[in-house]
């Protein structure tokens, strides 16, 4: 590049900075030899309002469905209408689950496929931010099962107290620990549990016998 190309490319990229009311970012050239162009971060800041970003706040856009992460402690919404039963369907693939919500009119067909079970969403939070549903299976047929059992209980102690839970394959259930700090209260999303369930099984609920999940499951996809 020769110096005109040099100069009409730098005032091309001034404009779009100065368009924006952005202050144009300090290059590594622009910088005395041996000092970081990070000591002053001032040059770095954008002014919100001219930028128009002013009054901008992030919007929750996914929400997984998902076992709490066995390193984080997480808190349940103890509020009774963020918790619902549902039948839902582990689609495994490469050793990942991913969950689909089954209508009401075809929980008949999947329980006879044998690919549905009950469980608690549990509106759920990690200390980092994560919003998850939890999807806590629930012991069918009065049997006893010390999985299900502990994850309930963990679920319910959630609600008051910041946990962790993880499984303990020797055992054959979910150990818990409560934690020992004092930790800031859990911050919520601020939707209703309509509009989590919308964001969570976007493209991922069972609604007729068409779906390619039962077609795969009878053998004719």
């Not at 954008?46 to 997480?74: C, N, T, Y």
């Not at 839970?165 to 150990?175: E, F, L, N, S, V």
């Not at 601020?190 to 053998?219: M, Q, V, W, Y």
Request: glycine share 6%; proline share 7%; with cysteine.
């Amino acid at each position: 590049m020769n110096t005109t190309d040099t100069v009409l490319a730098d005032t091309a990229i001034n404009g779009s900075y100065a368009a924006l009311g952005v202050p144009h970012p300090v290059s590594v050239g622009d910088t005395p030899k041996g000092i970081s162009i990070f000591a002053d971060l001032d040059q770095f800041k954008v002014d919100m309002k001219e930028a128009g970003l002013d009054g901008a706040e992030e919007q929750l856009a996914v929400v997984s469905v998902r076992k709490p992460p066995a390193e984080e402690f997480i808190r349940v919404n103890p509020d009774r209408a963020m918790t619902i039963t549902v039948a839902l369907h582990d689609c495994r693939d490469n050793f990942t689950s991913e969950y689909y919500i089954v209508a009401p009119r075809m929980l008949s067909e999947m329980m006879d496929l044998r690919a549905a079970f009950y469980a608690q969403l549990c509106v759920t939070v990690t200390r980092s931010g994560l919003v998850m549903l939890w999807p806590v299976k629930l012991p069918t047929g009065g049997a006893s099962n010390p999985w299900y059992d502990s994850a309930l209980r963990g679920a319910e102690m959630a609600k008051t107290d910041w946990i962790r839970i993880y499984a303990d394959p020797g055992q054959k259930q979910y150990r818990i620990r409560k934690a020992l700090g004092a930790f800031d209260p859990p911050a919520f999303p601020d939707k209703p549990l309509n509009e989590l369930l919308e964001l969570a099984f976007r493209g991922r609920i069972i609604d007729t016998s068409d779906h390619p999940i039962c077609k795969k499951l009878r053998g004719e996809a």
